[in-house]
């Protein structure tokens, strides 16, 4: 069994408050021990971060370029350790994990080429206003479980390419993997930039209340998103909260099923539905609803499920005991109020938290399937008759991350996309982020947006130097 260490100020640590387990949910077996930081570590941890904060404020553009293409390489060169990582603790499908690790070393290199130009307001006879963007001093970064490697990549690598130092948070689900890349990015990284503490035991919430702390990333639930929010005021810590949603897909009567179903199904299942802007409630018109629903149930069916280390699985186990437990009993909600289960809608027998993709159909609104957010392997099928009623209960949701329209008329689909109430909209596709397009939700799915020029502006602030001549 690998051992694990806390990295506080570019060296080892063994956890202050112990270590406990991570189990692997294909078998239900601990697949390491993890350090278990106490308070004093995580202070130790920020004052470290405050202290590299001093000279990494005013490192040049080359110098952050260099070093995030640095780190892009040596987590290229320990990929195969990673996605194994990511595997055993999170559960995927070893092909995914390795776009996992693949995403996140694309991720850090376009992050490297991201610039922050000055921009001149007015340069006349008498006067210059310039405004210059600074980095804020120490990042909170608090990841979930779900794209544990990749959603860390995301928070780390545009705070200190901004000039901003560093203290990740790992979910206690999942923390090996952040971990060993905290581990890697050390290995050329000065001390203190990058820190991580791991630990459910008030670590998360001693982050979001630490007068050393000046923001935020967190990346979750909505609850959990409020819960920091509050906590953050007394020092006025900036926020980008990325939470929960339940995007909806409409799908207009002129798409052509055959066409569409397999694009519907991977964005909805993508990672087990463990995904935050999977597709989470489909609507689909009446003319080809029972089509599209058994197109769907067959791709379902193609599902090779089982441990993600085995050679031709294509799915993988829910992470966790809770996560399954509310899958199954949405299912089983629905299906006592009267709802079809076209395919899976049980839970496999034996060790591991393993449910097979379920397509629910004969279901609507008001059912807790539809409304609440399942985040798992179950998609919920709707009918509609009349498009203006189906984005009227797609918006409905009191969370907005994302959305989809499916049809062959795309110019007709983006103009009713343009409706949705959602952060990202997708013509026939969901649930493809992009490192150069701002990504964020609306309403309770948070604010503030990840990636590209507006991504990297949320880990800095504006400063206006204005120069009477
Ligand atoms: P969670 O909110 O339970 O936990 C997320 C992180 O917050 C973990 O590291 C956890 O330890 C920490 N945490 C828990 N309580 C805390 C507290 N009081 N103070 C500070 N930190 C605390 O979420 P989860 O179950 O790990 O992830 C699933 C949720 O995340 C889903 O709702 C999903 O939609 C959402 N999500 C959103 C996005 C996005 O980009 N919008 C991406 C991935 C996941």
Redesign the pocket.
């Known amino acids: 069994m690998r051992e694990y260490s806390l990295i506080i100020n570019g060296e080892k640590a063994t956890g202050g408050a112990g270590r406990f387990d991570v189990l692997n949910p294909a078998t239900e077996e601990v697949v390491a021990k993890c350090p278990q930081a106490s308070v004093e570590q995580l202070d130790q941890a920020v004052a470290a971060a405050q202290a590299c904060y001093e000279s990494w404020q005013f490192s040049s553009h080359a110098e952050r370029k260099q070093l995030l293409n640095d780190i892009a390489d040596r987590i290229e060169a320990n990929a195969a350790e990673l996605a194994q990582i990511v595997v055993e603790e999170q559960g995927k499908p070893m092909f995914l994990a390795q776009m996992e690790v693949g995403g996140a070393v694309a991720w850090t290199r376009a992050t490297a080429e991201l610039e922050m130009p000055v921009e001149v307001l007015e340069d006349s006879e008498n006067k210059r206003v310039e405004v210059h963007r600074k980095s804020l001093g120490v990042v909170g970064s608090?990841?979930?479980?779900?794209?544990p490697l990749m959603?860390a990549v995301w928070h780390i690598m545009p705070a200190i390419r901004s000039g901003n130092t560093v203290v990740s948070?790992?979910?206690?689900?999942t923390p090996l993997n952040t971990l060993r890349l905290v581990e890697i990015i050390n290995e050329v990284a000065p001390k203190g930039l990058v820190n991580i503490v791991t630990g459910?035991s008030g670590?998360?919430?001693g982050?979001?209340k630490h007068p050393g702390i000046r923001k935020i990333v967190?990346?979750?639930?909505?609850?959990?998103?409020q819960?920091?929010m509050r906590?953050a005021a007394d020092n006025l810590k900036r926020l980008t909260l990325?939470?929960?949603?339940n995007d909806a897909g409409i799908v207009l009567p002129d798409a052509d099923p055959a066409a569409i179903a397999e694009g519907i199904f991977q964005t909805s299942f993508l990672n087990m539905g463990?995904?935050?802007?999977a597709l989470k409630r489909l609507y689909v018109h009446d003319s080809i609803y029972d089509e599209l629903c058994e197109k769907l149930a067959d791709v379902a069916a193609q599902q090779t499920v089982g441990n993600g280390m085995e050679e031709g699985v294509t799915f993988g186990p829910i992470q966790n005991r809770d996560?399954f437990n509310l899958v199954s009993e949405l299912v089983e909600d629905a299906r006592a109020n009267g709802a079809r289960v076209l395919c899976g809608g049980e839970p496999l027998e034996g060790k591991g938290y393993f449910y097979p993709p379920t397509i629910v159909a004969d279901i609507t609104d008001g059912a807790r399937l539809v409304d609440e957010?399942q985040?798992g392997p179950v998609l919920p099928v709707i009918r509609y008759t009349d498009v203006e009623d189906a984005l009227k209960r797609a918006n409905a949701s009191d969370v907005g991350?994302g959305g989809s329209v499916w049809s062959s008329d795309p110019a007709k689909a983006a103009e009713i996309a343009g409706r949705l109430e959602c952060g990202t909209a997708w013509i026939n596709g969901h649930a493809e982020l992009l490192p150069y397009a701002p990504?964020?939700?609306c309403k309770m799915?948070?604010f503030g947006v990840?990636f590209g020029q507006e991504g990297l502006m949320e880990y800095t602030s504006a400063q206006v130097i204005n120069i009477n001549k």
């Open positions: 608090i990841t979930p479980w779900n794209w959603i948070k790992p979910s206690g689900l459910e670590i998360g919430s982050i979001t967190f990346t979750g639930s909505t609850p959990t998103g819960t920091i906590g990325e939470l929960g949603g463990q995904t935050c802007a996560q957010e985040f991350l990504f964020g939700g799915s948070g990840e």
